[in-house]
């Protein structure tokens, strides 16, 4: 009966004593240097802080705790997106837009040509899929030209397939 009180005193509290019990065991000092450096030099004090300061203050130092699930679906996501990305730089190095420990010339494509604009890192999952199917055309457009005399993809297909014997 005594937990069910607690938690329904502390579902009630307002951020501002939410964070005065978080610090109550700290030095006044440090509060003070980190409340003046959250709110750009404005206060040290906690009860000057405007509402929405003390939000963001208090979703700093108490952070979400994420559920098992959602530990779990982060990671498939990550790895995912990792696997694309793999994906990606495979196939720029197959197509001769990457060269191999060089990505200069790649990310100077990314900038130039690709279908968003911006950098390999700053894409999402459904984005890289897109990513990989523009490559994936260059690809066949690479391979097409390929049977072309004298084209640029003809003299690369020709210098993958010397025979050095």
């Given at each position: ?6 938690k329904?005193k ?5 951020p ?6 978080l610090?109550?065991?700290?030095d ?13 030099f ?7 802080l405007?509402?929405d ?20 679906s982060?990671?498939k996501?990550?790895?995912?997106r990792n ?31 690709s ?5 390999l ?5 459904e ?16 391979a ?17 397939n010397?025979?050095?014997?």
């Open positions: 009966m005594k937990k069910n009180s607690i329904q502390k579902d009630k509290m307002t501002k004593e939410e964070l005065k019990q610090f109550a065991t700290s006044p000092i440090q509060i003070a240097i980190q409340i003046t450096g959250f709110t750009g404005r206060t040290g004090n906690i009860e000057e405007t509402d300061e003390a939000m963001k203050l208090l979703a700093v130092y108490t952070p979400k705790s994420n559920s098992l699930q959602e530990q779990n982060e990671l996501d990550a790895l995912l696997a694309w990305i793999s994906k990606i730089l495979r196939l720029a190095e197959n197509t001769g837009i990457k060269k191999v420990g060089d990505f200069h010339d790649f990310n100077n494509w990314m900038f130039s040509k279908k968003f604009k911006k950098h890192n700053a894409h999402n999952l984005e890289l899929k897109e990513l990989h199917i523009q490559l994936k055309g260059v690809e066949a457009n690479n097409r030209s390929a049977l072309k005399p004298l084209t640029k993809a003809w003299w690369e297909k020709g210098k993958k010397i025979k050095l014997n």
